[in-house]
Every structure is written in structure tokens, then in C-alpha cells.
């Protein structure tokens, strides 16, 4: 089945500790994506890749990492978690070539304390 | 700022009505897409529109696109229980008639459908 996956999909942490969200796609699309979801903020693009190991900024990347090392991952990485961060994330990929739908992964509930 | 805005933010219905949402932009774009959400999931693609189209249709969805506003809408006709989700309008902009790098949201819609 195609699909975008997403691991942890529920997380509480505490500010400072080091965290990753793993993404995964099983259908070769070149780009992928990080967002967060925020009330009356909607979706904002934090990084973007379309390729391995091309990535680039979004709209809200501060305090977050990325790495495109392999074309099915992207992983988000926050160093340092910070409350601001508590968000619903969401995993995106899609065919670069085109006009294409984005496929999303079912999410990640992040909380910092 | 946000490059789609939807108009109304809520929508509640009843079964077998039409539902319309708009969603405006700012900027030119290659496409249009609309999503669904369903409460705390991830967003699902309903329907795609081109810059140089101005209606598709899928199923019960009816999509617009009025460039000139830099403005599109969503009919869903005959609405059903199960429509009840948040739709959101989502610009694609690239050069070359390609969409790559940013796609951009809106804040959605929240849709009702009592039954």
C-alpha cells in the first residue's frame, strides 16, 4: 500500500531534550516536506526537499533540522525542543515532476513541557 | 502571510444540502488543490485545478478557479454526514509550468453536515 508513514505519532517531552520524527514514503516521490498545524494558524512549511540531500527552508524552520540521506526518509529534528514547538506535524510527499497531489503521513502530536 | 484564506472558517449543514467554500490568494500560481481533513488527521487530496483551467469536477465536487480574482471555490453537492471535515485550499507556485518547493496553505474550512 502507498503511503506515508510517521513514527512517533504521539509525543511528550520536555524542553531541551533532543528529539526525532521519523518520516518514510514508499513511493519513490524525489520531494517531501515538514508541517506543523497550529489553531487559526493553519499548515506552515517548516523544510523541503526535493531530492537527496537537497533541502531547503519553509516558512517557519527556526529551531528544526532536516536530513535527506536516503529518498524514502526525512526526518525532522528538533535539538532543542522548546513549548513553542507543541504542534501537530505532518509528513508530506509527492512526485516532483508536475502537477502533483501531496500524499501526508497521519501526523505527529508533539507536546513540550 | 498565508497565501490562501477560505471564506466561511465554519460551515454546519444539513444532509443533502450543497456546501461552498471559497479560498482567495495573493499571488500568481501554477495550480490549486484542495485537501480534506478529517479531526486530527492528515489531510487528503479531493481535487487539483490548473492555472488555465477554470472548472473540474470529480464525484459531488465542483471546483472553480477565477484568476483574474485570484480566487477559487468548492461546491459539494448533496452533502453527506461523512463530508463533515476541514477543507483547505493549498496554492502551488514553480517555474516552468512545474510545481516544485512551496505549496502553501490556507486555514481552512470547517465543515457540519448534521444529519
Known amino acids: 500500500e502507498a503511503q506515508v508513514t510517521q513514527n512517533p505519532r504521539y509525543l511528550i517531552t520536555v524542553t531541551g531534550k533532543k528529539l526525532t520524527v521519523t518520516c518514510s514514503q514508499n513511493?519513490?516521490?524525489?520531494?517531501m516536506s515538514w508541517y506543523r498545524q497550529d489553531p487559526g494558524l493553519g499548515l506552515r512549511q517548516i523544510y523541503y526537499?526535493?531530492?537527496?540531500?537537497?533541502?531547503d527552508k519553509g516558512d517557519v524552520p527556526e529551531g528544526y533540522k532536516v536530513s535527506r540521506k536516503e529518498k524514502r526518509n526525512f526526518p525532522l529534528i528538533l535539538e532543542s525542543p522548546s513549548p513553542n514547538q507543541t504542534s501537530l506535524y505532518f509528513c508530506?510527499?509527492?512526485?516532483?515532476?508536475?502537477?502533483?497531489?501531496?500524499?501526508f503521513g497521519p501526523g505527529t502530536r508533539l507536546t513540550v513541557l | 502571510s498565508q497565501q490562501g484564506e477560505e471564506d466561511p472558517q465554519a460551515l454546519s449543514i444539513q444532509e443533502g444540502e450543497n456546501a461552498t467554500m471559497n479560498c482567495s490568494y495573493k499571488?500568481?500560481?501554477?495550480?490549486l488543490q484542495w485537501y480534506r481533513q478529517n479531526s486530527g488527521r492528515g489531510l487528503v487530496h479531493l481535487i487539483l485545478?490548473?492555472?488555465?483551467?477554470r472548472e473540474k469536477h470529480s464525484g459531488r465536487l465542483r471546483v472553480t478557479l477565477d484568476t483574474s480574482k485570484k480566487s477559487s471555490s468548492l461546491l459539494i453537492t448533496a452533502s453527506r454526514a461523512a463530508d463533515t471535515a476541514s477543507y483547505f485550499c493549498?496554492?502551488?507556485?514553480?517555474?516552468?509550468?512545474?510545481?516544485?518547493?512551496?505549496?502553501?496553505f490556507g486555514q481552512g474550512t470547517i465543515l457540519t453536515v448534521h444529519p
Open positions: 508530506a510527499s509527492r512526485r516532483l515532476a508536475g502537477d502533483n497531489e501531496q500524499f
Open positions: 513511493m519513490n516521490h524525489e520531494y
Open positions: 526537499s526535493m531530492n537527496v540531500e537537497v533541502t
Open positions: 499571488t500568481s500560481i501554477n495550480n
Open positions: 485545478i490548473r492555472s488555465n483551467e
Open positions: 493549498a496554492t502551488g507556485r514553480g517555474a516552468g509550468g512545474t510545481s516544485y518547493g512551496k505549496l502553501t
